[in-house]
């Protein structure tokens, strides 16, 4: 890890798995480990585990190296995912804050829904980014 300069993300998993349900628990267990150690901050999981993923990014944004875009239906565990703008989470608001931190690390479309023909769900959602990103300029 040290002789390659790689960063580790440890992905947090909402209110469906008992360890590293949110951004505050992967920070508590990490903060003290090397600070290539971080997390890739899943903004659906995190806002089902009723945390403001907005806030979170700005709180932890020196160890999160990798986010995982996607967008839910509520913030609690029968929240589920939705395409990228259907949902309840303030992508603007997220796209912003990403600038404000200074966030250069990788985003990714994380799609879990209609996965029997997921492609207009991706397309929808990758669009709908992309559009918030240019109106939010």
């Known amino acids: 890890m040290k002789e390659y300069g790689f ?9 469906d798995i008992a ?11 990490t ?10 901050l899943d903004i659906g999981h995190d806002y089902r585990n009723g945390k403001d993923p907005v806030a979170d990014l700005k ?9 995982h875009l996607k967008d839910v239906t509520d913030s609690n565990k ?10 309840v989470l303030d992508i603007p608001a ?11 690390g990788m985003v990714s479309l994380e799609h879990e829904r209609n996965m029997k023909d997921p492609f207009t769900g991706i397309g929808e959602s990758i669009g709908y980014f992309r559009a918030m990103v240019e109106a939010t300029k």
């Not at 360890?19 to 267990?29: G, L, N, S």
């Not at 029968?78 to 949902?87: A, K, M």
């Open 7 to 15: 960063n580790y993300a440890i992905h947090l998993h909402g209110p």
């Open 19 to 29: 360890i590293y349900q949110d951004a505050d628990e992967v920070w508590e267990r």
């Open 31 to 40: 903060k003290d480990l090397d600070p290539r150690i971080g997390m890739c």
């Open 59 to 67: 709180k932890y944004f020196s160890r999160v190296y990798d986010v």
């Open 78 to 87: 029968t929240g589920f995912s939705v395409e990228v703008g259907r949902g």
């Open 94 to 104: 997220f796209i912003n804050a990403m600038r404000e931190v200074g966030y250069s």
